[in-house]
């Protein structure tokens, strides 16, 4: 049950990583460079792919609730860190970016963590 | 870590004088704090609830209401906040290897406060996560608008 509840929080995570830091882009490049707090309250409820992230966020949370019930913290939020292993693989995949030397080996150290984290 | 703890802070200290601010490093800091702290609290909230996995959505709305989750709740909405401006103002290339930081704390508040058995396997584990994210976050992936 673990796995399937990291599975859930990693996957929604990325998915809201990446809504969040496109659209926060856009909104700082609209107004100047300056963002404050009270607009990005306001740009979450204009700005429908950022109210998609904040919907993957929720449902991240309540996967994470239910995780660290049945498993430690110290397993729970580490192994989260799978977000950058797959947030490569979609680089390589989907966009088809260049990955480095670096990049792959940081994706692979994570992947290794995980995988000594769940023994 | 000497070697990565000196390279956290000369990317950190350059990011931080190109933004010219102390209110960027007060920024930086509560992202980098707050989330490790919630978790805490979001955990130790938990663990006062009947263990397993419950399919009832209801529970976890419940859940909400625990004093220690709502806390944890308050302060996730606060680093979603700060870490929401902080990604205005710098790249996520710049704020993901300098907030994996949060990993090492995490494990670390869990140990102390939850009194979690944590073993050297789980410590490497840890460590190797908070390397390969620091590597996968320094790679300049994502073009500055």
Redesign the interface.
Known sequence: MKWILLTIVVVTTVLADLLQSHEMKIGAAERGGKFPLVSILKAIVMRPKLMLAIICLAISFFAFLALVQVAPLSFAVPASAGTFVIETVLARVVLNEHIDGRRAAGALLVLGGIVLLGR | MGLSARYYWLMASTEIRQKRGAGMVGLLLMVIFLK?FS??F??WG??E?P????MN?LF?VK?MFVPL?ALGILM?VFW??FR??L???AD?SFV?PVT?V??VL??V???IF?H???ST??W????????????????R??K??
């Open positions: 490790p978790n805490l979001l955990a938990m663990k609830l263990s397993g996995v419950s959505p976890y859940a989750v996730q979603l906040l929401m401006k990604l205005s103002l996520l993901l994996a949060g990993y995490t494990t508040l869990g140990r939850l979690e058995q944590v396997e789980r490497i584990a840890v460590l190797m996560i908070f390397l390969g994210t620091a590597l996968v976050g320094s790679t992936h994502i500055t608008q």
